[in-house]
């Protein structure tokens, strides 16, 4: 077993990263590299790892809860209709990131998404999945900040006009959404 992989006080041998805090650790063992299909799911995703730029993941997940509220459950079509006031009263909100750029761009995705058929989002994010791997990576430095798919990812957002979604954002959305599975050998997660 590598030092990539602790195991915990429940004897569970997990990825490093997630042996130290409970939430990390639940986040791992539930949700990190599980497939996520909907395109609501999807979106909030995109805006989760769009308001993580900069920031620590574990930042985000504190907050999402707060996030969901006051983000409408990340209901595109409700997103979508937030408009100026909402944008002022987001940014008082310490609850959440209270980055204006981020918050505009949230709402601007919202849009994009509640214009799409359903489905539409889920079909188009999933088809720059790769191939899965033959094995699991060994260390975390065997893991990738970007990949072609996430950069073919990005690219093809941004000419639909989605902003924050850069191909390292698009690499972590590939790896929390489970397009592919970064967990590390000796993880109980990687089989």
């Known amino acids: 077993m590598t030092t990539e992989v602790r195991t915990g006080a429940d004897g569970v041998a997990r990825c490093a990263w997630a042996a130290d805090d409970a939430e990390y650790l639940r986040y791992h063992d539930e949700e990190w590299g599980v497939p996520l ?22 930042t985000i997940l504190r907050k999402r809860p707060r996030f969901r509220e006051v983000f409408a459950g990340f209901e595109p079509e409700r997103v979508a209709a937030f408009g100026p006031d909402d944008v002022e009263r987001l940014m008082q909100d310490a609850g959440i990131i209270r980055n204006r750029a981020k918050i505009e761009a949230t709402i601007s995705n919202a849009r994009l998404v509640a214009g799409m058929a359903d489905g539409e989002l ?16 060994v260390s975390f430095a065997d893991v990738p900040a970007v990949t072609p798919e996430s950069t073919a990812m990005s690219k093809a957002l941004r000419a639909r006009g989605f902003r924050f979604v850069g191909p390292t954002t698009m690499y972590a959305l590939m790896q929390s959404a489970g397009m592919v599975d970064d967990h590390v050998e000796g993880c109980w997660r990687a089989g």
Do not use: C, V, Y
């Open 37 to 58: 299909h909907g395109d609501r799911a999807l979106f909030e995703k995109m805006s989760l790892e769009g308001f993580q730029a900069g920031l620590s993941w574990i």
């Open 122 to 137: 889920d079909a188009l994010m999933w088809s720059f999945a790769p191939a899965p791997r033959p094995r699991h990576p």
